[in-house]
C-alpha cells in the first residue's frame, strides 16, 4: 500500500521568511504532483514533476523531486500573506493496470504579517 | 469554461435518506474520481472510472456507489447515509496518462460538495 507523508501538517510563518515542506512516499514512482487548496475552496493544481531530479518553479514556490528518496520538497521563499493555504502533494503510481493516485495529508500554511 | 460541475454544494440530510451527488466534465476527460476530505485525513479515493462502464473501488469504498454510463457524469451514490460519511466531496476528472505525451495525470477538481449526514 502506498502512503504518502507530509510533514509538518500545520506551518505558521512570518511574512518573509523561508521554509521548506517535505512529502516522503513509501513506493517508488517518478510521477508527483502539488497541489494548492485555498480556505472553502477546491484544489489547483501547481506543479508536476516526472522524473528523478525534476525541479520546477513559480514565483516564491519551488517544488523538486528525488526519486531515490523518494522524497520531495516544495520550498517557500521570503513568505507572502497570498500564499496562506493548504498544500497537498500526491505520488501517481500504475497499479494492476490502473492509474493509482494516492494523496498527502496536506500541510496548512499561514503566513503571519 | 473547461470545468467540472458538482450538486448539490451544500447539503443536510438525515440518516438513511438516499442521495445522489452529481458529477459533470465537459473536457471530454477519460478518468474521473470521487475522493472525501475529512480534517487530519488528507483527500481519500472513493471510488474512480478510467472510461464509461468501467469504475473500481478506490481506497474507501464503503457506503458509497457509482455508475460511468455517459462519460462526461460520474454520480456518487450513498444508498443509506450515516453520520460517519459527513464529509466534503470533491470530484476530478483528467486524461488518461497514457493518452498525454508527458505522462501526467493532472487531476481538475470541481468545487466540492459538503455533505453533513445527521
Known amino acids: 500500500e502506498l502512503k504518502v507523508e507530509q510533514n509538518p501538517l500545520f506551518l505558521s510563518m512570518q511574512e518573509g521568511k523561508n521554509y521548506t515542506i517535505y512529502c516522503n512516499y513509501s513506493?517508488?514512482?517518478?510521477?508527483l504532483y502539488w497541489y494548492r487548496q485555498d480556505p472553502g475552496k477546491s484544489l489547483e493544481s501547481l506543479f508536476v514533476?516526472?522524473?528523478?531530479?525534476a525541479v520546477k518553479q513559480e514565483g516564491r514556490l519551488m517544488a523538486s523531486l528525488d526519486t531515490k528518496a523518494r522524497l520531495s520538497t516544495l520550498h517557500i521563499t521570503a513568505a507572502v500573506h497570498d500564499l496562506s493555504a493548504t498544500y497537498f502533494c500526491?505520488?501517481?503510481?500504475?497499479?494492476?493496470?490502473?492509474?493509482?493516485?494516492?494523496f498527502g495529508t496536506g500541510t496548512r500554511l499561514t503566513i503571519i504579517p | 469554461e473547461a470545468q467540472v460541475t458538482q450538486n448539490p454544494r451544500y447539503l443536510i440530510t438525515v440518516t438513511g435518506k438516499k442521495l445522489t451527488v452529481t458529477c459533470s466534465q465537459n473536457?471530454?476527460?477519460?478518468?474521473m474520481s470521487w475522493y472525501r476530505q475529512d480534517p487530519g485525513l488528507g483527500l481519500r479515493q472513493i471510488y474512480y472510472?478510467?472510461?464509461?462502464?468501467?469504475?473500481d473501488k478506490g481506497d474507501v469504498p464503503e457506503g458509497y456507489k457509482v455508475s460511468r454510463k455517459e462519460k462526461r457524469n460520474f454520480p456518487l451514490i450513498l444508498e443509506s447515509p450515516s453520520p460517519n460519511q459527513t464529509s466534503l466531496y470533491f470530484c476530478?476528472?483528467?486524461?488518461?496518462?497514457?493518452?498525454?505525451?508527458?505522462?501526467?495525470?493532472?487531476?481538475?477538481f470541481g468545487a466540492g460538495s459538503r455533505l453533513t449526514v445527521l
Open positions: 476530478a476528472s483528467s486524461t488518461l496518462p497514457g493518452q498525454v505525451p508527458s505522462g501526467a495525470n493532472v487531476l481538475t
Open positions: 513506493t517508488t514512482s517518478d510521477r
Open positions: 514533476l516526472l522524473s528523478n531530479g
Open positions: 500526491a505520488v501517481d503510481i500504475e497499479l494492476s493496470g490502473n492509474e493509482k493516485l494516492t
Open positions: 473536457m471530454n476527460h477519460e478518468y
Open positions: 472510472s478510467m472510461n464509461v462502464e468501467v469504475t
